[in-house]
């Protein structure tokens, strides 16, 4: 099957897919059980109270006390809706499941029986284009400051409020998009991100004075920031729970994107003069974001997230979806839309789905961006608790990380803030030297995510999602203050910049994952993109903070950067919630 450029309208059928269902009793042979070598035709008990003491080698493995994991590897005698009726419903603490709730587990399980392959590998690298293009230009914008305050005269404090008006940008495109692909979807968002951030990025090579630069980058930022909020839930959605590390693998690109941007500051920045080589720079990653853009909308044909299809009602096009990832990846699939209802034991009255006018469709939209769509977060105390503190966590990093990271290509060019002797304190390090250890600041931080990929689903208490995320914070932070005491020379400052880049690229690889994690799928988007708008809001502040406190503004940001992180490294510990080996709802 061959698709075609379709855009953004096509809907999903099971048609489209022949040759890929199964019936429910072979669905055994074609289980992630069945390729883990743990296949078993044995009937399976229906006790809660059986011992496991006997349990044969080859049983499913157990995780603790998660009650999750079952639904990863099931016996053959599991495979009838008896027995994904009794799977759906294990675990239940208190209440019921709601149908949402259930059906999701179900689509889980299917995804999970096809396993990963052709496209969700293809997804990887094309939701890795979100995060390579956020930090290609959080980093490229930070990159031209001394080339924007050289040509418009802009003094080197004042300077720093470009980086406000692109974090009002992504102020504005966080909420917007992330709250957004929750009302229309997250394939419109996934596709039109990209398009905006490289039409304004083009843009902004032919700005005329440091005003208009700063408002095409604000343009820019209102495409960029819904990169991560969306990709991320994207990918979750239809990444089956046996790999989830992949969400932190996903987090990889974003250093990519900065030794990408590092690379061509380095190459154009200084050998063009000041007037020219920043314009050949962002026009250069600018081309980059759009070949990106036509990548995703031109070549890839994208499949609507199942749980945004799931929780809109519209079922039977949330199965099609399911066909469609087993066909791209060569693999077979039980899920139908019977099996769905009987689960649910949905065999009553016949469901009547109505398709309702433009009208009640703009209302449904615009309830949905009042405080309604978000109570959902805090309909018990621990998911509650858990949003209050990730949020906390987002906002503390918002403030932190720009107040250091922003500006580092400006600590780096004064080679040290402090010295024996006041005169010869500070060793300017030539232009060359700075972008040199910015790309080398840059190629070390890309094997921290992948190491958080691998902690994150390790077994030891003091790692997994929270121990992995406040360690690498802990660390981070204590290195900005050793950056700021001890770091008097461009040597000095390179190592301490490198090993807090390579702990914070740990951070912030886990963070993006274990943030979707924690929400259901029906508010996910309203969830992460609240944390993602936290965060530029107060990245917005970090600029206004650095261009008015006291002094140079060499010291006191980095340390008011380290204490903000310390606080987030609190936040990360008192979250209630650990995610690693869970289901996502």
Known sequence: MRFKFTGLGRQESVHDYVGVLIPLEEAHLHSHSARSGRCEFEEASSSSDDLDIDEPESGPPKDGDNEDTGMLQMSAAE???????????????????????LKSKLINKAIQDIGMGRYNWQLFVLCGFGWFADNLWMQGVSLTLPSLSGEFGVSEKQVRYTTSSLFAGLCIGSFTWGLGSDIIGRRIAFNV??????????????????TSVCVLF???????????????ALFLEILPDSSSALLTLLSVWWPVGQLVSSIFAWYFITNWPVEEGWRHFVMTIGIITFVMFLIRFGVFHLFESPKYLLSQGRQAEAVAVVHGIAYRNGKKTWLT????????????????????????????????????HIRPLFENRKLGTATLLMWFCWSTIGLGYPLFNAFLPQYLSHGGS?????????????????????????????????????????????????????????????????????????????????VEAFCQNIMYGVLYAFTPEIFPAPVRGA??????????????????????????????????????????????????IETRGRQRL
């Not at 991100?193 to 090579?205: M, R």
């Not at 034991?345 to 949905?368: F, H, W, Y």
């Not at 790309?439 to 902690?455: D, M």
């Open 218 to 232: 604000a343009c820019m930022g209102t495409g960029v920031g819904g990169n991560l909020p969306v990709d991320g």
């Open 79 to 101: 495979y009838t809706i008896d027995g994904l009726r009794r799977e759906v419903r294990k675990g239940q603490k208190r209440g019921q499941w709601t149908e949402y709730e």
């Open 193 to 210: 991100t990209l398009l905006i951030t490289s039409i304004f990025g083009i843009w902004a090579a032919f700005a005329s004075s440091w």
């Open 418 to 498: 402090g010295g024996s002797d006041e005169s010869t304190g500070v060793y300017n390090a030539t232009p060359s030297t700075t972008y040199r250890n910015y790309a080398i600041i840059s190629i070390v931080g890309v094997p921290g995510s992948l190491l958080a990929a691998y902690t994150v689903d390790h077994k030891s208490p003091f790692l997994g999602r929270k121990g992995t995320l406040a360690i690498s914070t802990l660390v981070s932070a204590l290195f900005l203050f050793f950056f700021v005491t001890f770091g008097t020379t461009p040597n000095s400052q390179l190592f301490f910049t490198c």
């Open 337 to 372: 839309e019977e099996i769905l209802d009987a689960v649910v034991d949905a065999e009553g009255p016949e469901r009547i789905r109505t398709r309702v006018s433009a009208t009640n469709i703009l209302k449904q939209n615009l309830m949905s961006f009042s405080i309604g």
């Open 527 to 576: 969830g992460t993109g609240v944390a993602s708008f936290l965060n530029r809001v107060f990245g917005l502040v970090a600029p206004v903070l650095a261009a008015n406190v006291p002094g140079d503004g060499t010291t006191t940001p980095i340390y008011m950067s380290a204490f903000l992180i310390l606080a987030a490294f609190v936040g990360m510990v008192l979250i209630p």
